[in-house]
């Protein structure tokens, strides 16, 4: 019997796992109860982001052999240790890439509209993509059906679209949007690093009266330097990630077009996409065989995108969301305002972290456009 620790928020995952239900014993815990006394005796263990998953964790877990996240990114989890211990890491890379880049659409077309409607303009408004893998590809395909020219940065990933240097796209993009891994923040040898990827002399070449979107990590961006190119006013910026997150300065989000609190890729189908993928690794690595089920993926762009929009989704709720979770910066412990790095601004407000990770646990997942039920019909169908 494989006995499998997995994170309460996990959605559907008895469901990912029934084919194998009597080889498997499954233990749900909310994610604050997952420490080194719970995983004793575990094979396996299934997480999200919020769960650091490094040596502390795992030093009383002898008989751990993989761990899936039910996430993209896999920041949150020391990969070097895993292989010491020949742990296998599974991650559900592409899971919600619809949402990610169905999210970015939704920012451009509530900050710049008027590119959105490209028809209506004289020369064609130009998205950079950083990072062109699942969710910078799939971004790609949304953008260029709307009329947009594209300028893609990836040193790893061929695209047939044009690849230019990351100086020229920030200075020639009219919207910026970010889709890179957080990597080389503790690996000097690391060939690519993208910690810090923009700072203040990236943020010195944005092309004034352009948007930034950051939905990949916060650590992307380095915090203090954006704080300060964004006196300017020179251009804008809309984050859904940020660089000491869950503690985040009122500084920086009065600064801000746009602040959500990390859920770009919260869809119903992205969630359970993620569950999908992670439990297919599990059952192949412990040899259980067995139909499993496909992630749920399907490209569909509304015809009237300014009519559907608002409907479907308005990031504006959710901001405000996260800015009621602002409390006085002396209510908070110091542990978490030291986090900001930053004495020098002395915030007077920052994020309770205990609300902002309560507004992700508790999130209305959107739906993916291509499973939106329209009452109108002739279009897409759940």
């Not at 877990?61 to 989890?77: K, P």
């Not at 742990?87 to 451009?108: E, R």
């Not at 002396?330 to 002395?346: E, F, H, V």
């Amino acid at each position: 019997m494989i006995r499998v620790v997995c994170d309460a928020a996990v959605v559907k995952i008895e469901e990912a796992l029934s084919p194998w239900s009597n080889q498997i014993e499954l233990i749900r815990l909310p994610s604050g109860e997952i420490n080194s006394g719970a995983l004793k005796g575990a094979h396996a263990l299934i997480t999200r982001s919020v769960t650091q998953v490094n040596e502390s964790l795992l030093k009383h877990a002898d008989d751990l052999e993989f761990v899936g996240t039910a996430t993209i990114g896999v920041d949150h989890i020391d990969q070097g240790y895993l292989e010491t211990r020949q742990i296998k890491l599974a991650s559900a890379a592409g899971c919600s890439k619809h949402a990610v880049a169905q999210y970015v659409i939704a920012v451009i077309h509530l900050l710049r509209p008027q590119l959105v409607n490209s028809n209506d303009l004289s020369k064609k408004p130009v998205l950079g993509i950083v990072g062109f893998g699942h969710i910078g590809s799939t971004l790609a395909r949304y953008a260029q059906a709307l009329g947009f020219d594209l300028l893609i940065c990836d040193p790893f990933v061929a695209s047939p679209h044009p690849q230019t240097s990351l100086s020229e796209l920030l200075s020639q993009s009219d919207v910026i949007s970010l889709h890179v891994p957080l990597t080389g923040q503790n690996d000097a040898d690391c060939p690519h690093p993208t910690h810090h990827l923009i700072a203040e002399p990236e943020l010195a070449l944005i092309k004034p009266g352009a948007l930034l979107i950051n939905s990949a990590r916060g650590a992307v961006i380095s915090q203090s330097a954006l704080l300060s190119a964004l006196e300017s006013g020179a251009f804008d910026a809309a984050l859904d990630v940020f660089e000491f997150e869950p503690v985040i300065s009122s500084a920086l989000l009065m600064r801000l077009a746009l602040a959500t609190p990390h859920i770009a890729g919260y869809s119903a189908q992205g969630k359970l996409n993620a569950t999908r993928l992670v439990s297919a690794e599990l059952g192949r690595h412990f040899g259980f065989g067995g139909d499993t089920q496909a992630p749920l993926e399907r490209f569909w762009l509304p015809s009237d995108l300014s009519g559907f929009l608002p409907k479907w989704y308005d990031p504006r709720v959710d901001e405000a969301a996260l800015k009621s979770c602002l409390i006085d910066s002396a209510d908070a412990q110091t542990g978490q305002l030291n986090r900001l790095s930053q004495p020098d601004l002395k915030p007077s407000k920052v994020t309770d972290p205990t609300c902002f990770e309560a507004l992700r646990r508790n999130y209305s997942l959107r739906t993916d456009w291509g499973f939106v039920n329209l009452a109108s019909g002739g279009e897409p169908a759940a």
